[in-house]
T-cell receptor
Framework: GENVEQHPSTLSVQEGDSAVIKCTYS??????FPWYKQELGKRPQLIID?????GEKKDQRIAVTLNKTAKHFSLHITETQPEDSAVYFC????????????FGSGTRLSIRP | NAGVTQTPKFRILKIGQSMTLQCTQD?????MYWYRQDPGMGLKLIYYSVGAGITDKGEVPNGYNVSRSTTEDFPLRLELAAPSQTSVYFC????????????FGEGSWLTVV
């Protein structure tokens, strides 16, 4: 069936360094790729998203890249700060069936001081 | 604008008891979802609805039921609670194709003992 694989499951980086989280998806009809951040004990919240007609999108210290040919997309966080510590989920959604949102398994990012 | 509101936030159930998790949204979204998130794990879709009167099973529907009599409300019913249903439950909504962002409620922490 359709799935989204996310790597790594845990990631620890030094404060100020960059962090990269990667996802691959299987449904070639997927056209919308959001990233959610979930702080401990909180709800997931959207931090950035990208659509299939765009290869890269940036918002301050975070960026997402998409390679439709290879069916993978990545989240890049630069100049990491303690408040970036959280679990990050990628997801893929086909425009044709918006209810079929497939989430990755999550990456627990820890920022070392 | 309250967004997605879930009640209760915390509940302890005894094995075999039943209960309903309430969810309401004030964004006039047609699409609504129920997810469960086990400790340290990702989001699993229980049920979803694409509009009033329409519901469908997700990945893990066993032991649950839903109804969607209005656009605003999407209650989740747990029948004959089991320890395996101990989890955090998130209600969510969106309105594709114009609004793909999924808005989550704050979560309901359920423990079955």
């Amino acid at each position: 069936g359709e799935n989204v694989e996310q790597h790594p499951s845990t990631l620890s980086v030094q404060e100020g360094d960059s962090a990269v989280i990667k996802c691959t998806y299987s449904d070639s009809a997927s056209n919308y790729f959001p990233w959610y951040k979930q702080e401990l004990g909180k709800r997931p919240q959207l931090i950035i998203d990208i659509r299939s007609n765009v290869g890269e999108k940036k918002d301050q210290r975070i960026a997402v890249t998409l390679n439709k040919t290879a069916k993978h997309f990545s989240l890049h966080i630069t100049e990491t700060q303690p408040e970036d510590s959280a679990v990050y989920f990628c997801a893929a959604t086909p425009y044709s069936s918006a209810s079929k949102i497939i989430f990755g398994s999550g990456t627990r990012l820890s920022i070392r001081p | 604008n309250a967004g997605v509101t879930q009640t209760p936030k915390f509940r302890i159930l005894k094995i075999g008891q039943s209960m309903t998790l309430q969810c309401t949204q004030d964004m006039n979204h047609n699409y609504m979802y129920w997810y469960r998130q086990d400790p340290g794990m990702g989001l699993k879709l229980i049920y979803y609805s694409v509009g009033a009167g329409i519901t469908d099973k997700g990945e893990v529907p066993n032991g649950y039921n839903v109804s969607r009599s209005t656009t605003e409300d999407f209650p989740l019913r747990l029948e004959l609670a089991a320890p395996s249903q101990t989890s955090v439950y998130f209600c969510a909504s969106n309105e594709p194709p114009g609004q793909y962002t999924i808005y989550f409620g704050e979560g309901s922490w359920l423990t079955v003992v």
